[in-house]
Structures are given as structure tokens and as C-alpha cells.
């Protein structure tokens, strides 16, 4: 018998509306209408601007046939076109794609034709890898040139327009009253972000409104991030959508400080002259912040939050930032999940022991955001939890609302991830007696550079197409600057005379820079009796070598 | 065509979960179990406890046999239980249904019996009316008696137990590892909230998880609540469920100070022992706070936030909560919307203005909470916005996720208060060019005295019933200390001899004591020439004879 709950209480649209962080800037942008939103260069930009501006770039995009469901590509560094991407997209139904800038032409062909991109905005900056990209693509987005004027401020060089029309004229011509799209339902899409992944080719992880909602807003609690908080853009904006802080800051009326490069100078300078109070970065940022030449440092007039992720913040740089005045929070999340959904939730008891054990308490990844309802270590077999010992080990995994829809036109891969009814990160933990957990290894062969995620099967298969290659195996080596860099391992045909150089040489023609393996060891490499690569002793070795290096 | 993002991308276990609060008290038990989530008179509670009790309590309602879509009743002060009761009903699939301890046994016993109550947890200080309440019901609650520890140390008197179980036995005798159940859907029904409406029978406002989810974590969003802020309990948890802080603050892992009763030395007391960040309260609870004795006022080590509604805070008690060290935020709601879903969300250039200015700002109700996704001003026969001018009347409407699921069993109330798309506030008022609103008149006859809402046509009722009256008329009147109370104008019979003290002592019979009209004015009521009560003209005059007591 049905309760007299659910009697006569049905959903309607005056107690129903599907969650979407769109509706953040609306009201950012009522409320706070001549709050600065987005300071970049000279350039500032209040929230009525932005809201308008995002308007018009919505109507533009509609004016231009971009509707439901379609893609629109953005190929930009952290300058206000992307935020603006983040919002006007969407507003017209549309999912926002946003490339990698470091990719080279092939992968970002390879995304492009993938989610069926309609239309690309492209910095010129970046114009000579789009424009090999699209010589070999299938479709044919409509190019809309992004031009930036810090660039032409600093009197840099930028590329060739593309296309036959400027973003911002794009922008100008479009209806500043424009009305925008609801999403149908909070879990259309909103944007697909593509990962390395272990195989080949790259899979788009599609993200819903309802997701990024949650956690635009999860970074908020979380974090404590307070009403007009100042945030600095040192975190890709490609990046899992800047782990969703783009629509965050819209939720706090805070604003973007926008640097299209992450240099020392610009960092610090940003910090003092708009009173920064939160960043994000991988820890090579940090590193950036620390090594930065004394002239350019600047005493921080207030303490200033910093999170990382992607590795474990060392000691000796967590006593250096604290010292800098920052206070650094360690966080853990994948593409799939929208980015950061894991908190090393700091318990303030813990300031009382030695800076060494603080250290590794804070190396811990630690415990689910609030916007994510389960995150536990499992045996990948069985689904059992592990002992929260310390030491099992098990495969990390996620349940919640701040996990991917799945994976762009690829079933398989979905139903694979998602096995059980658990999201497997690949990744290999343990949970310690108090709930906390630890990653101790990755499954997935992922190395990860510079908080760039690079796919080591990426790299050996660049090598294995070398005819003088008959193995390869890739692996992460420690690295004090980018946290891993990539070791390749390489088995040569007998009588070869290839040199380290020319590896490297065919490795930078068919890879991205910063996949380029650093090291090369050329030799038998270790296998089991069956024949499998024997990693961790790969990784043993490359760790080896790397403190030799020292 | 479906779009390839409408494709192979559905919701499983992994991606999609229900949201609800009840999340928030295990994350923060698990993360911070040793940090003290209750405070009530000597007594501290850790959120290992406080989870653990509510598990043991969820239990123990199950072995009682409540489970999905019922309703459990409780007539409890601001103490531990009542705070637990907010967890462990909804963790057995039931409905909260929480008690104005203020009504009388008659309305008490129609929310009874209206809710189809199956289990009534009661504090023996109510026990008289309960007791009065029971002989009248149709339903027969399973009783559980909670005997205040505070009570008894202060060896005050509480009445005579009810039931045949204990509460602190109930929940011992519970089981600390119970597997909770999470909503079947984020839609079901967390509690129902009774609210005295303008006809006679009060209407039970049903909230769900998904609503409470979401104001919860837009109190913390929208107040900058942040991690492991102190809060101190002066709105009683009986309204809207205490705006849904009892849930916000396990979103932050924060500390609830529990009062049993709103006196000033109480308060302060608290505010300077537990370092007090945050409270809530009608404007009365600001006159308790600045009219306390000199000795039982402390100095603030630290600046608290002060959450207020049901009237706009007056220039000169603003002026001295700031000198006393508050902060004052102005919010509006209506039980329909779970409390506060609007806030008169500050603009610090604000700040440099005279006084008098801000006040007149502050007194305007603002605008909507992210979780709300619309709020306006609209004329009620074509839902058309009013002009943003500051002076056009309209009712003001909501619409969004935290907006009530509806009336429970009164379909045709449902229907009509979300008529058109809109939740019909029965509010008016009027948008300013910024914004932000403001009510003018209610055209709902409420009167809200020091918080509470008296239905001005219940209490006619009890007049009309009178032998010797043969018409009444009740409106608010402005009181300094209240807020507002009811003033009553009656016509009475021809050669009708009855005193005020006669009718004083009628409506005491017949109606709870903060009901009572506190002045009466006998004599012919203004009425259009259709006959209709003309309410306004009886406002204007007890304005003026409230002027006129001062």
C-alpha cells in the first residue's frame, strides 16, 4: 500500500527544477552586478558583463545552429573566453569540449572527430597544431578565432586566424536578453572531457548539470570557500572543467584571476595585487611559487589556500608553503569524477605532531567530498571492502553523484568501469583504522607529469612502431620538478646501432613534449615466465636511477 | 535524433544516488569522530556518538515496527533527541513530524491524528498537553518519554510519564551497527512540517530529502558557513525543521549548542563558553539578547553571525547588535520553503552608507538562495512580472528544489497554492530596481508574533463562537518586543455586557496563550459597502493605537 507520502505530491515545475550551475551566474549577476568577476591583464570584468557576455555568446552559438546535444570544442588557456565557454555553451543545450593545449595534432584530431565537435573555439595561439589537426579530421567544425590582446599587449607573436570569424565579434553581435536554455533534465550533459586512458585511443567522460552542480558547490563546502573569495587560475581550465571551479566562483560571487601562463612572476604578482585567497595546481606549481626568483616573492598579506592533487605533497614543500603563507590541502580525484571528489580533511589535533608525521597524515588522499556519496577500497573480484588496516590492498572505487555519465560512444568501456555498480578508479589503495585512504599504486599504467596524465601504453606503442624496437615498456620515474616523467625501458633488434637521440627524435615527431620519455635504459627487460612485463621492477629501477641522478 | 550524449549513458548504482542529509552525519562521524557535535547543559556528545545513538535509534524504530512512509511525532525542546530524531526517523524510511510544543492539546491532536502519527516521542515537560492531546485522537501513537537530565539537575518539575518506554532505554537497547536506509528515492517524504495557514485546519507541508539535501547546503553556501562553525540553538527546531541546520551543521562538521529554553542568560552564557559563531532566531531572540542584565552580558572574543526572519530588523536594534558584536543577516521564508530561501545577501559598498539607509536596505527581504531556483514578484491573475520599480504590488512566488512537495492529503490545497507553475506565497510585495524584494502585506492574515505564525482567522473563529459577539475581526498590531500580536476588533450583541477580561479569558480557554489577542477595541467594524472586512483600515488603526501605548 502506498504511504500518504507519496499521495497527491507530485513533482511540478513550481517544486521541481533539474540542478545545473547556470542558474549561479544568473543570480551572481543580480546580485552582485558590478562586482568584478574576471580580472585578466588590464582587463576587468564586472558580473552583469560576464552574464551578458556569456548571453550573447549563447545566442551567437544558437544563431549558428549549436543546440541540444551538440559539441562545441574550445582549444584556449585559462583566459576569459574559456569561462565564458563554460557558461554560454551550455546555456544553448550544447556540451562543452575542452582540448588538452598540450596535445599534439593527432589526439586532438582524434577528439574532435570522436564527439562530432560542430564548432571550435580556437586560440590563435594555438593555431598551427589545430591547423594539422584539422587536416586530417572527418568533420568540419566552424572555426572561430580567439585572439588574445595580453598577447598582442606584450607585443608576442601569435598565430594565424583560422577561421572567418573573431570571438569577439562573435560576442558583439550576439542578444545580450538572449534566453538561454534550462537543460531538459539535470542529467543532460554539460561537457565531455577526454582522458588518456591505459588504451590507445583517449574515451570522452561525460559530465551531467546535476554533477557539476553538486560539485561546483562541494568545492564551496568542502573548502569552506567564502562569499567573494579571489581565486587564481594556475589549474588548467581543461582540466576536468578546472575541477568545476568555474561555476564554484559563480556560486560565491568570487572572482577569477585569469593568467594564461603559469609563471613565477605572474603568480606572485597576482597574489599581492588582487589580494588571491584561493588556487589550485599540481604540485610542480608549487614548486613554481617556491623557486621563484626573490625578487619576484611577496609577502602575502593574508593566508592563502592552496589545493593539490594529482601526487602526494612532500614534506619539505608543504614546511615551505606554510612558511610562504599558504596553506596547502591535499585532494584526489580522476576525470571521471568531475575532478577532485576526494579531501585529505585536515583534523586540526594533527597540528600538534612533528612535521614529519603531519606530512604523511596530509600524503594520504583521504575521505569523500559530501558530493560523493560512497568512496571505499575494494577487492576488484569479490567487491568486499578491505580491512582498514593500512596495508590491504584494494582497488579504489566511487559511487555518486559526482561520477561520469559514462563514457562517450563506448558501452563497453562504461559497462567495464562501472561494473558492480561501482565506479573502479584502476587505481590501488589502502584505508587506514580511521577511514582514510591511501593510493599505493596505480593499475592503470598511468603516469602522471606535471599534473598531465600520461598514458605509459601511449608511449610503447610510439616505440614499438620504431623497426628497430622489438619491446618496449614504459614506466614513471620520480622526478623532483614534474613529480614523474616517463622511463622508457627498450629491447633493441640484434646488430641495431640506434642512439638515445634518435629514439628521442622519433618519440617527439609522434608524441606530445611532455609524453617524451626522459630516460631510455636499452636491454633485456624483466618479464615473468609467462612473458608479462614485470612493472613494479621497472618502476624500481627508474626510481633507482632517479636518485642516482640526484 | 537523439544526441550521441543521450546514448548508452544511463544512471546505474555507480553514477546516481538519492541525495539526502543523512549522508552528512556519517561522513562527518567517520572523518571527525572524536569532535563534539552536541552541546546541552553538561553533557558533550562526539559525532561518533551522535551517529551511533541515531543508528541505535533507527533501530529501535524499526524493531517497532515503523518503517517506509511513516510518521513519527515528537514534542521536544531544543535537546539532543530532538537533533537525533532528525537523523534516525528519516534512517528507517519514516517521516518526521515535529511538534510545536507551543499549541494546544486540540491542535496537537488534529496534527495527530491528520499525520496518522504511529509513535510520539515526548518530553515529560509537555506532558499535560499530550496527555490532553491523547484523550482526543483517533490514533494511538506508541509513546516513548524523554525526561530531560537538565531539567532534573536543575531539579525543576516535568510531568508525569506517558508511555511505557523510556527514550534513553529505547536507544540503548538499540543496535549501534543498524544498516540505515537510504531514501528510495530523493523524492520520498523526510518530514512534515504543520503550518497554521489562513483556514481553520492546519495544512502538513511534506519536505523531501532532495529539498533538504540542498537548503541544508545552501545555508552553509549562502551564509559562509564554514568548517566547524559553533551554532547556537534559539530557533526552535519545530519550525521548518529548525531551517534545516540541524542537517547543515554535520554538512560541516560543526557543533550545535543546545538550549532548552530562549533566556538571555542562558544565551550568553553559551555565546561565550563555546565560542558561539553562528545563530538564528526571530527579532524577539535580539531583544532577549541587547535587553539582558548588564551582568549576564560578556564581551565577544570573536564577531557572531546572526540569521533573523519574520520581520525586518529594526534601525536601532541593528545598531546595537553591531555594537554588541553581531553581524545580522536578513532572511525570509515560508514553511512551504523549508524556512529561509531568501536573503538579503549584503553589498558591502553598502557598508558606507548612514544608518537609517542601511536599515531601510536591510528591512527588504532580499533575493533567492541558490537552491531556490526562482523567486519574483508576479501579478497572481496573469503571473506576469510586476516592473522592477520598487512600488508595484504583486504576490510574491517561488519556484524551485526547495519548494515543499505539496500539502499532505489535501490535494485540492496543493493544487492551489502551485497554481500555474508557481508556489503562491500569499505574500505581497514588490521587486526593487536592483532586485531585490520586499513585502508589503500578507494577504494571507498571519500574524507572526515573536516568530510565530497565528492564523488571524483561527482566532476569529474562537471569537465568533463567543454568545455575545456577533462579528471579530483580527489583525496584527506592531509590538516592540513581539514583533507583532493580534488585536482584536469585536461588534457585540445588542445589550452585551462582557468585559474585555471575559473575552481575555474565552480565548485563553480556547486558544494557546501566545494566540490571545493582546488588545481588543469594541465597537463597529470597518466594512466595504459589499460587507467585506476592510483589514487594511483595522491595520492602520491598531498601528496607531500601538504608537499611541508607547
Not at 560523493?372 to 582497488?395: A, H, I, K, S, Y
Not at 615466465?529 to 642516482?548: D, E, N, Y
Request: proline content about 5%.
Amino acid at each position: 500500500m502506498a504511504s500518504i507520502y507519496d499521495q497527491d505530491l507530485e513533482q511540478n515545475q513550481a517544486n521541481y527544477q533539474p540542478l545545473t550551475p547556470l542558474t549561479f551566474l544568473e543570480r551572481a549577476a543580480t546580485v552582485f552586478p558590478e562586482r568584478i568577476a574576471i580580472v585578466y591583464g588590464g582587463l576587468e570584468i564586472t558580473y552583469a558583463e560576464f552574464y551578458r557576455r556569456c548571453r550573447q555568446l549563447a545566442s551567437a552559438l544558437t544563431a549558428r545552429g549549436i543546440g541540444r546535444g551538440d559539441t562545441v570544442s574550445a582549444m584556449l588557456a585559462n583566459t576569459p573566453p574559456m569561462l565564458e565557454a563554460h557558461y554560454a555553451v551550455p546555456m544553448c543545450g550544447a556540451v562543452l569540449h575542452a582540448l588538452n593545449t598540450r596535445l599534439d595534432a593527432g589526439v586532438i584530431a582524434f577528439q574532435l572527430d570522436h564527439a562530432e565537435s560542430k564548432l571550435l573555439i580556437t586560440d590563435t595561439g594555438f593555431s598551427s597544431t589545430i591547423a594539422a589537426a584539422l587536416e586530417t579530421t572527418q568533420v568540419t567544425p566552424l572555426l572561430i578565432d580567439y585572439a588574445d590582446p595580453v598577447l598582442a599587449a606584450e607585443n608576442r607573436q601569435t598565430g594565424e586566424r583560422l577561421g572567418t570569424e573573431d570571438y569577439e565579434e562573435l560576442v558583439s553581435g550576439g542578444d545580450a536578453e538572449f534566453a538561454w536554455l534550462m537543460p531538459n533534465n539535470e542529467w543532460d550533459a554539460i561537457s565531455v572531457n577526454y582522458t588518456s586512458g591505459t588504451t590507445g585511443d583517449p574515451k570522452g567522460v561525460v559530465y551531467h548539470h546535476r554533477g557539476a552542480c553538486l560539485l561546483a558547490q562541494g568545492n564551496a563546502i568542502t573548502a569552506s570557500i567564502p562569499k567573494h573569495a579571489v581565486y587564481l587560475w594556475t589549474l588548467p581550465m581543461f582540466h576536468c572543467n578546472g575541477w568545476c571551479f568555474p561555476w564554484t566562483l559563480s556560486a560565491v560571487s568570487g572572482t577569477h584571476v585569469c593568467l594564461r601562463e603559469v609563471r613565477a612572476d605572474a603568480i606572485w604578482r597576482a597574489l599581492d595585487q588582487h589580494q588571491v585567497t584561493h588556487l589550485c595546481g599540481a604540485p610542480v606549481v608549487m614548486s613554481t611559487i617556491l623557486n621563484a626568483e626573490p625578487e619576484v616573492k611577496r609577502p602575502l598579506q593574508r593566508q592563502v589556500d592552496f589545493f593539490t592533487a594529482a601526487a602526494p605533497p612532500p614534506e619539505r614543500v608543504l614546511a615551505d608553503m606554510r612558511e610562504a603563507g599558504f596553506n596547502v590541502t591535499h585532494l584526489y580525484g580522476l576525470t571521471e569524477v568531475y575532478g577532485p571528489a576526494v579531501v585529505n580533511d585536515w583534523n586540526s589535533e594533527w597540528e600538534t605532531l612533528p612535521a614529519q608525521q603531519q606530512a604523511s597524515l596530509k600524503a594520504r588522499q583521504g575521505v569523500r567530498y559530501h558530493a560523493l556519496e560512497e568512496l571505499d577500497v575494494l577487492d576488484p573480484e569479490t567487491l568486499e571492502p578491505v580491512p582498514r588496516d593500512g596495508e590491504t590492498l584494494g582497488e579504489v572505487m566511487f559511487r555518486g553523484n559526482v561520477v561520469m555519465k559514462g563514457y562517450l560512444k563506448n558501452r563497453a568501456a562504461t559497462d567495464e568501469a562501472f561494473k558492480g555498480g561501482w565506479f573502479h578508479s584502476g587505481d590501488l589503495g589502502v584505508v587506514y583504522p580511521d577511514g582514510y585512504i591511501q593510493l599505493k599504486d596505480r593499475s592503470k599504467d598511468i603516469i602522471i607529469s606535471g599534473g598531465e596524465n600520461i598514458s605509459s601504453i601511449e608511449v610503447e606503442e610510439v616505440l614499438h612502431k620504431h623497426p628497430q624496437i622489438v619491446a618496449a615498456a614504459v614506466v614513471a620515474m620520480p622526478d623532483n620538478k614534474w613529480g614523474e616523467t616517463p622511463c622508457a625501458f627498450v629491447e633493441l633488434a640484434q646488430g641495431s646501432d640506434v642512439s638515445i637521440e634518435d629514439l628521442t627524435a622519433w618519440c617527439k615527431e609522434h608524441l606530445a613534449g611532455f609524453k617524451v620519455p626522459r630516460r631510455y635504459v636499452i636491454g633485456a627487460i624483466a618479464k615473468t615466465s609467462t612473458g608479462k612485463v614485470q612493472k613494479f621492477l621497472l618502476r624500481q629501477q627508474a626510481a633507482r636511477l632517479a636518485t642516482a641522478a640526484d
